[in-house]
Each structure stands twice: as C-alpha cells, then as structure tokens.
C-alpha cells in the first residue's frame, strides 16, 4: 500500500498549485494528480489578464492582494511568469456603455479598486494607439498581465523544490472516504491523504460527484486570439465595460485577444470548435480598440475552458459532510484573483484563520448527501 | 433579405473543395459534371497546385510535360460549371451538421480580395497538398538558402533562380529535377548532393521502369546535370552553409541510409545560394482541426488522415485526397480526385451502377492500384530519416520563428514538456507564424528520440484555426460598430 500524504490535491491548476505549495511550505507533506501536465487547462491558456476592472465586486479585496502576489512572483514563487504591471483601461463607445462603465467603475471603487473615470482625451493620453470613438474610460493604475503560457514551468519548478511530490499523467477516478482521510484511485493506484483538497476546475463537479456531493458548475468555452509578432501597438490592458473585450500586448510583440465569446465545447471534449462569426466579431472589437491591430495576422486561436457556479462566485472553502476535504474552484476572472483565494484556503488547510473569508459551497449545493 | 447585424451571409452549394490541384480539381470537375454546385477554393490565383503550378505575372512559362498539363487542367476547370474562388485562403473550417445530427454539413470561411466568404456544403473535399520538409543543419537559416519546392515555384511561376551559383542538395525525385531546371536556366550548379546512396536509383528501381517515360525524363535530368560539370555526390547531405550575412560556402559530407553524418572527407562549395529539401509532409491541417482519426506514416510523409476505399475521412461527408492526405505524387492524386468526383455524383443519387459509372469506379481503382508501386518508390525517397534528425547539432535553431534550437527542446523535454503541446509552453517552439508546419515533424521527432516512444505515442500539435495566418484588417473589413453581435455583458 502507499504511503499516506497529509494532503492530497486533485488538480494542478493555479488553485491546486498555489494551495499545494502553501500547505507543503507550512509542514505538510503534499501529493499532487493531475491528469495532464501542470496549468495545461484555463489555467495555462487564459489570457493572462490581472485587472480590476473585469473582476466582480465580491471579489476586489482579493483581486487587489492576488495582484500584488502576481507583481511580486519572482520573490515568492521564485520564477518569473512574465508579469507585467501597467495601466489598464476599460471604454466605453456607446451611450449605453458609458452608463454601464458609470455603474461598474463605481461600485468597484466603492470595493477598494482605484479606478478613475477619465475622458476620451485623457484616455488617449493614457493609451495612444486607442482609435476613434471612445466617451468614456475607467483608468486603473493596479492592472496588468501574466504570460498564462508559463504558469506550468513556474510552478513546476517551485513545488519540487517544496518537496511536493508530483503525480502528472495520472488521472484520478474517485475518492474512496477512509476513516480519517482519504484515497484518490488514480490510474496507478490509490494515494491516500489524511486531507483531500478537490481543485479541478470545471471538472470539479464530477469530482465532488464521488463523494456524493451534487455542485452544478457551468462550462464556459472562451475564445482566445493571438497575432504575430509586431511593432508596439498599445502600452495598456485594455477592455470595455462590459467585459467583453481584454486585449494587451507582450513585450515580445504578440497581442492576446480575448474576452469571453463563446466556442463550441464541453466538460468532456474540450474547447471542439472557435466559432468563426464570434471570432469575427471579437477581432472588430479589438481593431475598433487599437486600430493598428489590423496590420498584424492572426497566428492562432484556441478556446480554453472555464467554470461557473450558479451566483457566478467562488467554491472555495470545505466539502460539507466530509471533514478535512476542501474545494477550490470556479473563480469569477480567477487568474487574477485565484493565486491569494487558493493561498488563503491553503491557511484553513493548515487550520490558521484566513486573512479574508472564504466561500463556502453550502449556499451552491443541489443535493446534499452525506456520506 | 434581412439580415442579422453582424452576422456573416453564408452561401450553400452541394461540395466545396478546398485545393485546386490536381487531386481538387479532379474532383471538383467530376461533381460539376454529376450536376452538384461545386465551389472551389484556393489560395493561388489560378489551379494546378505545385506540380502544375501556373505562371505569373507575364512570364510565359516553361515548356514541359507539367505546364502542358496544367494548362490542360486549367482549360477543363474553365469549360466546367466549377465555381472557382481563387486568391481565397482558407482560415476556419467547422462541423456545421443539421440540428438533428442526421446530415453532416462543413462551414468553410476564406479571405478573398472581396473580403470574408462563407460557405456551407454537406461534403467538404480537402486536397491540400503538403508542406516542404528541411531538417535544420548549421546554417540554414541563412539568406540564400531556398527549399528545393520553394526553387521550383521561382523556376516554374516566375523563371527566376535563387542564386547565380547554386548547390542543390537533399532527396527525392524534386532534387534532380530542380538541378535540371537551374542548369537549363543558365545557372552554374558546382554540385547535387543526394541523401539517397546511389544516383542511380531511378535506373534501378522495377518500380520505375514500370514508368519507361518518367524513368528516361529522370535520366536526362541527371545527364543534364552531369554534363554542366556539377559534382554528382550521392550519399552526401549538407554539413553547413557558411557567409557572414548570407550563403557564401556550403560543406557538404557523407551520410549512411537514415542520413546520419559518416566520418569521410568534407568538401567545401564557394555558392551565393543553397537549394535544399528533405521531401515532403502532408498538409493535414483540417483533418486534425476536425478531429479525424489520422496514423503515422513515415513513407507516405507523416500524419495522415484515415480513409476508405471513397477517400472519406472517419468524419462523414469529409473527403481527403492527394498529397495531404499522404504524399503518393500526381498521377495518384488525380485519380483520387477522379474517384471522389464519381463517389459525390453516384451520392447526389444519379449513380448508374453497373452502367457507364459503374465501370468508370472500376476502371479507376485499377488505375490507382496500378500507380502504387511507382508512387511508393518515390514516397520511400522522400520519407523522414531518423538519423539526419538525431544528428541535429544542439545549437542549431530547429524552430526559426521564435528561434528555439535543439537544446532548448531537449532541455524542455527532460524537464518533463512531456507532451508535445506542453513543449510549446515551455519553449514556444510551433508558436510563430508558420504555426509549426515548418519544424513541427522535426520537433515531433526530436521528442521521440529523447523519450524513447514511437512517433505515434508523441502524437501531433492540436490542431487550430486559422488555417493559415490571416490578417486582422482582411477578416474584418468595413464595419460599424453597432454591427458587432456583442454579448450580453458579463455578471458584475
């Protein structure tokens, strides 16, 4: 038989690295499964947005401390992840969305995030490759972004050096209750924890299905772009008010396009097809944006999946009916804010109290039924 | 008609093909001919793929067996009722089946010089031919150095030769000719190095002779070659090419039967250019997007995609003929394009079995099986070699878009970019703007090397739209912005 792990952590996202390597730095011995390679999921092809501006009210005080863990990942996590901070910008074309960025911006600021409300000539001083036909722009100086792409090489990296042990390419199948932990039946063989922490993103469902515990997520397939290589074009993180639009560039030339229009695919057959009238649609918006995208060629697009509870906030906290199993997942805008929700769990799993509150599943449960 | 703002007018016709070669227009004339509406895209401005490519821009063109028959390709495809989109390159391609699951349809999406153009079919024909193989060497991303295809374009469309001096080095049946040709043109060509161990594999093989004209055209581009005082060396391949800012030297050296570097004597050639090609792999973008069942297969030229005895793909409705669906050469391609013409006609229900179609399927399966064995021979030519690969020297940039040499790959696989999708994260190896058609073989081969696994279990890079890079200011054309379908927005 195996050897018993204090911890066992389905999942090597952002969330299950961040809280696997937390727990393993505050004395824990921690297994990590994951199905395929670290961060190959939402978390390794998102568009690496950290903005306020696109985060929901609930979630800015940790948005706001998520960022700075991000800005400073070099220190704590000690590799880079190609973070760039900048200014970020959210506009508005259209009466109707001056009214909306009015709206969010305020009530985001009333949460703790700088944003300010600037004019369209302010803002083009801000961002000078904006084009025409901008009424209004939320300005936040707390934004930026990461190079999604090489979370999994970062994290890799610094879980074995914490002493994690990982466990990718193996995909794990259920969860037997055992008294006084748990094991994960994996492809080869079961691991046993005397602490379980689910973090599957949106397959986190069937995953808490094992232990009898009914969480609907839904699966949003997002459609993502990137151009080649170009002169600078922009100096900020950009989107619209209402949310459907995030668009930088990298320092070494590329921009992401990205914004949430929707794909064709699901929880079992990944992101299948990009929607060609969507794709179209999400590349206008960016041309309309910064009209000398239009010089560059598009060099790919891919659709990542992402997952969604019934009120659009986290699952994060412990599986009710299951002591010392925990839940971590469905983060509204979750790159940006999962590193410090993941790491504030990773505090409950080590049973010291959370710097902030976390979110527990109850209020999100169908049918409960305990085992 | 009302339309949706926003939303794109999509056409629908009986069959789009996509690639106007020889296999697509084959095809696409024979649906015509059965009554279908046949749209056929592709990306040059006139049919006959690469093996007929058409000349351009003024020049007359040469006079040779290919330009006779392209321009017999060219006539058909005129005086058929084939509705031909040239200049039109093909970016998206999805599943677009009724609601019920019952009958399979394609959207095909292309930028054109009118902008994008929709279109749906429920059969979707690919003949999209196949992509230059180079396995990287010290050097060759060098100005000057030119793929062996990439000379025949020049030689063929627009009568131009790389260089004034040129080595031309490699395998296959292109390798000769391309020497041939620059001969012709006037260019001095010092040496032809063939991977291959004898030159005079095309004399030898019974394969060929089955073949008595191609065999005699194969020699008299040899003799040609010869007689201009080039170098014949056989088993050589290229060691290096040298110039501070361009080609100046090439250094070319033995190699054994999987293109592996022997020691023995190198010998230097002062050239301002370097022709060179490791044959062929297949274009099979479309089929891995749609997820098609594909095996590997080092004769035919890499990934290929399953079919049956129609040419259709383990996705119904989805055809995929000539050198994209593996590298078996003209005569092979035409005949499958002659084949999956019938089989659309015979399916639009106007099929006569037993009749003049009857014998028409008949006649063209003995055609195709009768091709094989020539095909085959050249295929084997043209087939990767595993020891030109391993022999990659660590430094050298083995994806020249984002400039990542062989030693970053291999480190990345060590530290466990255990996949070949992972290998890109880690090393954005593929990312560029050739999205992996120029090294993705190579890379896929490093990795089975490193790991010890059959190509098979290594698998290929995901496929993803656009098919082709496609320019932003092309796909969105003249738009307001109240056009765009923008979501509702996202929860606050």
């Known amino acids: ?371 | 008609m009302n339309r949706v703002p926003g939303s794109s007018d999509v056409s629908s016709v009986d069959v789009i093909v996509i690639g106007a070669g020889p296999a697509g227009a084959e095809a696409a004339i024979g649906a015509a001919e059965g009554g279908l509406a046949v749209t056929l895209l592709d990306e040059q401005g006139a049919s006959g793929g690469q093996v007929w490519r058409a000349p351009v821009g003024g020049y007359p063109g040469k006079r040779d067996p290919e330009a006779a028959a392209g321009a017999a390709l060219r006539a058909r495809l005129q005086a058929s009722a084939v509705r031909a989109a040239f200049g039109h390159r093909v970016w998206s391609v999805v599943r677009d089946d009724s609601p019920d699951g019952l009958t399979p349809g394609f959207r095909v999406d292309a930028v054109g010089p009118h902008g994008n153009l929709s279109l749906r079919a429920p059969a979707l024909v690919l003949a999209t031919g196949a992509h230059e193989r180079v396995v990287p060497f010290p050097g060759w991303t060098l100005p000057g150095v030119v793929g062996l295809a990439a000379a025949t374009v020049l030689l063929k469309s627009h009568g131009l030769a790389p260089g004034r001096r040129v080595v031309v080095a490699g395998c296959g049946p292109l390798l000769l000719a391309v020497a041939a040709g620059l001969v012709k043109a006037g260019v001095e060509v010092p040496a032809v190095a063939d991977l291959s161990r004898r030159f005079d594999w095309l004399a030898r093989m019974p394969a060929v002779l089955g073949r008595p004209a191609l065999a005699a055209r194969g020699a008299g581009w040899c003799a040609r070659a010869a007689l201009s005082g080039a170098r014949m060396l056989s088993g050589h391949g290229v060691r290096r090419a040298e110039g501070p800012e361009g080609v100046e030297r090439v250094v070319l050296g033995p190699v054994d039967a999987q293109g592996r570097a022997l020691s023995g004597p190198e010998i230097a050639f002062e050239a301002d250019a370097l022709v060179v090609g490791h044959g062929l792999t297949t274009a099979c973008e479309v089929t891995r997007m749609l997820r098609a069942t594909h095996r590997f297969s080092r004769l035919y030229g890499g990934w290929i995609p399953e079919v049956d005895e129609h040419f259709e793909t383990t996705v119904p409705g989805l055809f995929a003929i000539g050198d994209g669906a593996g590298i078996r050469g003209q005569q092979i391609a035409s005949l499958a394009g002659r084949r999956v013409g019938l089989e659309l006609w015979a399916r639009a229900g106007h099929a006569d079995v037993g009749g003049r179609r009857g014998s028409d399927f008949e006649s063209v399966d003995r055609q195709l099986a009768r091709a094989r064995p020539f095909s085959d021979a050249m295929s084997g030519l043209m087939a990767q070699r595993a020891g030109q690969v391993a022999d990659i020297a660590p430094d050298t940039v083995v994806c020249r878009c984002e400039d990542v040499t062989r030693a970053e790959i291999d480190t990345a696989i060590d530290q466990s970019a255990g996949s070949i999708d992972q290998l890109k994260h880690f090393t954005r190896c593929g990312m560029g703007p050739c999205q992996g058609r120029y090294c993705g073989d190579t890379v896929q081969e490093l990795m089975a090397l490193r790991l010890q696994e059959p190509r098979e279990a290594v698998g290929q890079w995901t496929g993803r739209p656009p098919l082709r890079p496609v320019s932003l200011g092309e796909l969105v054309g003249e738009f307001n912005y109240d056009d765009i379908p923008i979501p509702k927005p996202a929860p606050l």
Not at chain 1, 179 to 208: C, D, F, Q, S
Not at chain 1, 228 to 255: D, F, N, W
Request: glycine share 12%; with cysteine.
């Open chain 1, 1 to 371: 038989m195996s050897r018993a792990f204090d911890l066992v952590v389905v999942g090597g996202g952002i969330h299950g690295c961040t809280a696997a390597l937390f727990a393993a730095r505050g004395g824990l011995s921690v297994a990590l499964i994951e199905r395929g390679a670290l961060c190959r999921e939402a978390s390794g092809v998102n568009a690496g947005t950290l903005t306020m501006q696109m985060t929901r009210v609930a979630l800015i005080p940790y948005a706001l401390r998520a960022h700075a863990m991000w800005a400073d990942a070099p220190n704590w996590l000690g590799h880079d992840v190609g973070v760039v901070v900048c200014d970020g910008l959210s506009l508005a074309f259209t009466e109707h969305e001056e009214a909306l960025l009015a709206d969010r911006a305020g009530k985001r600021r009333e949460a703790g995030a700088p944003i300010e409300l600037i004019t369209a000539d302010q803002a083009k001083q801000v961002e000078p490759g904006l084009g025409p036909g901008v009424r209004l722009a939320g300005y936040c100086k707390v934004d930026g972004f990461a190079n999604a792409y090489l979370t999994g090489v970062a994290f890799r990296k610094a879980l074995l050096e914490a002493g994690v042990t990982l466990m990718e390419r193996t995909e794990a199948s259920g969860i037997d209750p055992l008294g006084g932990g748990y094991a994960v039946k994996t492809t080869t063989g079961a691991v046993r924890g005397r602490k379980l922490l689910i973090a599957g993103g949106v397959w986190i469902e069937p995953m808490l299905g094992w232990l009898g515990v009914r969480l609907p997520i839904k699966v949003l397939v997002n459609q993502l772009v990137v151009t080649e290589r170009q002169r600078p074009v922009m100096r900020t993180v950009l989107g619209i008010a209402s949310g459907l639009l995030s668009l930088k560039q990298y320092p070494h030339g590329t921009t992401v396009i990205g914004g949430g229009w929707q794909g064709e695919g699901d929880r079992d057959r990944g992101g299948v097809a990009l929607l060609p009238d969507r794709l179209i649609g999400n590349v206008r918006l960016a041309c309309h944006a910064i009209p000398a995208l239009a010089e560059a060629r598009i060099a790919r697009a891919w659709a990542g999946l992402e997952a969604e509870t019934a009120d659009a906030l986290p699952a994060v906290g412990p599986i009710p009916g299951h002591p010392d199993a925990y839940v971590c997942g469905s983060v509204h805008s979750g790159y940006t804010s999962g590193l410090y929700i993941a790491r504030l769990l990773a505090d409950r799993i080590l049973d010291r109290e959370p710097e902030l509150p976390l979110f527990p599943i109850d209020r999100l449960l169908a049918v409960t039924e305990t085992a």
